[in-house]
């Protein structure tokens, strides 16, 4: 993805403390995760749930994409649960 800057919300950040993933993690997945959802009609931007694999950990990361620019916007991220989430944590499980 084009992502010359990532701009962490406060949202997102009291939730990586909260949920103990680093900035690293969340870079890495913004940086080389895949696209497994898009949300074309949230705003102020559309955003996109990314999957990302740290450490052979699966990671989610929601990020926005400011129209017209490389900055991304991270507003949750989470390691998703099993439970709730298909094998390859590419889609829920019904």
Known sequence: MDCAE???SGHAIRRMFERALGR???LET???GEVIA???DDTPYPSYLLLGFV???PV???A???A???RWFVVPAYRPDPAEWSDDFRSRRP
């Open 6 to 8: 990532v701009v962490f």
């Open 24 to 26: 690293d993690a969340i």
């Open 30 to 32: 913004v940086h080389t």
């Open 38 to 40: 898009e949300y074309p």
């Open 55 to 57: 450490s052979g950990e």
């Open 60 to 62: 989610h990361v929601v």
């Open 64 to 66: 926005a994409r400011e």
């Open 68 to 70: 017209a620019t490389p």
